[in-house]
């Protein structure tokens, strides 16, 4: 029996967890990743992957992580700086960096390890890292493990932000912030938060992992989207629109080679397997070259907001393929997305910690691969649903 002395406390607030409607469990996925799933050995409609361009289960991408392994084989056998850095590693740290127009590129093997690495790596006691509130976990946790002194922002409050910076005496700061937030969908103000990264000398950091292959002409995401010329420290992740696994930073080669040194998610690790590296290759080509997807998924965006308008559903401000609609109360949010899920259509139902309490909401997330008849689908059941 491996159990606790406090046992007895763990069940009870599990107990109170359920009643409070915020008990969550992983289900289980049969069959190809995709818009059409089974889960719990049902077929499904899901709008709830971050696979935005239908890559997650794409044959070609599939081939080049067989071929990748069967050469390699699976397991990388160490970290990067021992032998776990493969020629696919280098191949595709030298093509982010051209991609993303940066002086050089890192690998990690999550978005959440690379977003602690940036911000633990880079600061130090007396430091300053200032952050957007609805910044992504994982960020907030590079903040709690850093010595720097950790501040936040209104969310998107550039206002707020400037309060903040004005306020700090320390000699570094770093502004954090989403590209697109995660829960919300809307895009950083990016370029005001530029011009006052330059006027209160201050370094930024973004995260991309939801704008990476969606915004911008080839998929280059938020900085590309606004065409800023400065650009700030970039993060994404490879498990989203690219459909693989694992996540960079690009930036200055001195940033790089600071982490490279200081790191510890980068540097106590072992490597990604190589073939996922070799499998991110064949993506990033698609990614650029399939504008087709980024397209359609515009397109889809488009109809899902006129629809949902039209119901007089409460869309949020975004227009990337993130749609939440905000329900307010945790129960009722997870009664709908159970009356969403017998007629065969999974959303996520999100709830506090990860959203603010009382703003529990469905989150809709579209994809390249749905269709206009799915879409429909969903808004028809939105609206029999009573969703507004
Ligand atoms: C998913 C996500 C991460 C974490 O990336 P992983 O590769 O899944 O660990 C970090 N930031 C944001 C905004 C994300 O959505």
Not at 131 to 143: I, W
Not at 221 to 245: D, S, V
Request: proline share 3%; with cysteine.
């Amino acid at each position: 029996m491996a159990s606790l002395p406090w046992n007895n406390e763990l069940a009870a607030a599990l107990t109170e967890r359920k009643a409070a409607g915020r008990y969550r469990c992983p289900r289980i996925r049969t069959g190809q990743q995709g818009v059409n799933i089974i889960i719990d050995g049902r077929d499904m409609v899901s709008f709830c992957s971050n696979d935005y361009l239908g890559l997650a289960a794409n044959s070609e991408i599939s081939q080049a992580f067989i071929a990748a392994a069967e050469h390699e084989g699976v397991g990388s056998g160490a970290a990067h700086l021992l032998t776990g850095h493969s020629r696919f590693h280098q191949e595709l740290e030298l093509a982010i960096a051209e991609f993303t127009g940066q002086q050089r590129a890192l690998l990690f093997s999550t978005g959440y390890m690379a977003n602690l690495a940036v911000i633990d790596g880079l600061l130090d006691r007396g430091d300053t890292v200032i952050q957007d509130k609805l910044n992504h976990a994982s960020l907030l946790d590079g903040g709690r493990i850093s010595a720097a002194e950790q501040q936040r922002y209104l969310h998107a409050d550039m206002t707020a932000l400037e309060r903040r910076l004005a306020a700090s005496d320390s000699a570094r700061k770093l502004i954090v912030s989403d590209g697109v937030f995660s829960m919300d969908g809307d895009i950083a103000p990016l370029p005001e938060m530029m011009d006052l990264a330059k006027q209160y000398q201050a370094g930024v950091f973004i995260d991309d992992a939801h704008g990476f292959g969606v915004l911008g002409e080839q998929g280059q995401g938020t900085i590309t989207h606004y065409q800023l010329e400065h650009k700030p420290i970039l993060m994404a992740t490879f498990g989203k629109a690219f459909g693989t696994a694992g996540a960079f930073v690009a930036a200055d080669e001195e940033v790089i080679e600071t982490l490279i040194q200081q790191a510890r998610s980068y540097i106590y690790t072992t490597a990604q397997p190589a073939a996922v590296a070799a499998a991110t290759l064949t993506s990033l080509k698609l990614v650029q070259q399939q504008s087709w997807r980024r397209e359609k998924l515009a397109s889809l965006i488009k109809q899902f907001r006129a629809g949902a308008q039209q119901l007089g559903l409460d869309l949020m401000p975004s227009n990337t393929p993130i749609q939440p609609i905000v329900i307010g109360d945790d129960k009722q949010a997870v009664a709908l997305g159970q009356t969403l899920e017998q007629q065969g259509l999974l959303v996520g139902v999100i709830r506090p910690p990860t959203v603010p309490a009382g703003t529990a909401r469905l989150r809709i997330t579209l994809s390249a691969s749905h269709s206009e008849q799915q879409v429909n689908q969903l808004l028809s059941a939105l609206d029999v649903a009573h969703v507004h």
